[in-house]
């Protein structure tokens, strides 16, 4: 079974274009989690999505983030414009059950390291 | 509110050393406790997780105990081995579904 995977690995863009990371979670996985961390700090939730429908978008920084999950499968994670403090290491995880158990275990992925120079 | 406070790191310790790194959390609700570890180069794995009071959760030799009377989820491996050198972090569902994780703690072992 294939693991959660992310694209790209890393991005390195300049303060004001745009970039957008994607996540594939594990087929059949209803939960979709963003996660970010930044400058070795601890890694911060920012939105969970159940199949298409965004359950929680509380750690959202600011409205220059767009999520989105289309189809319930892949998301991706839109940064327009990009600032210096957005630069960190993206994670994303995928847990199965739709009624999503606190208990239940999220699978990463690798991660998406930004650089926003 | 909820927060998790870990052990700052790095620790060091030669091979077949005894590992503790402390964890103690805050949360709403009744939450799961979890370890996950970052070996280098690599992304997030879960180690061992914990769903209620009392239970001990423990793989590749580690193990963990949540306490509830003092809020901690401390990780334990009797003998460490070179291969174990990564990142640690600890974690918890207070929240919700989604985690709260510590700063992390990054063990090194040397021969």
């Known amino acids: 079974e294939a693991g959660v995977t992310q694209f790209p690995s890393h991005s390195v863009i300049e303060k004001g274009q745009t970039v957008t990371l994607r996540c594939d979670p594990i087929?059949?996985?209803?939960?979709l989690y963003w996660y970010r961390r930044v400058m070795g700090k601890e890694i911060k939730f920012l939105l969970h999505f159940v199949k298409e429908s965004k359950q929680d978008e509380s750690g959202m920084p600011n409205n220059r983030f767009l999520a989105e999950r289309t189809g319930g499968t892949y998301s991706t994670l839109k940064v327009q414009p990009a600032e210096l403090e957005d630069s960190g290491v993206y994670f994303c995880?995928?847990?199965?059950?739709?009624?999503?158990?606190?208990?239940?275990?999220?699978?990463f992925g690798p991660g998406t390291r930004l650089t926003v120079l | 509110g909820n927060s998790v406070t870990q052990m700052e790191g790095p620790v060091t310790l030669s091979e077949e050393a005894f590992l503790t790194i402390n964890c103690t959390y805050t949360?709403?609700?009744?939450?799961?406790l979890f370890w996950y570890v970052q070996y280098p180069g690599e992304g997030l794995q879960l180690l061992l997780k914990?769903?209620?009071?009392?239970d001990k959760g423990s793989n590749k030799g580690f193990e963990a105990t949540y306490r509830k009377e003092t809020t901690s989820f401390h990780l334990e491996k009797g003998s460490v081995q070179v291969s174990d050198s990564a990142v640690y972090f600890c974690?918890?569902?207070?929240?919700?579904?989604?985690?709260?994780f510590g700063t992390g703690t990054q063990l090194k072992v040397e021969l």
């Open positions: 974690a918890h569902t207070g929240g919700g579904n989604k985690l709260t």
């Open positions: 995880a995928s847990s199965h059950r739709v009624s999503g158990s606190s208990g239940d275990t999220q699978y």
């Open positions: 949360a709403t609700g009744y939450p799961s």
């Open positions: 914990a769903t209620k009071a009392d």
């Open positions: 087929s059949g996985h209803d939960n």
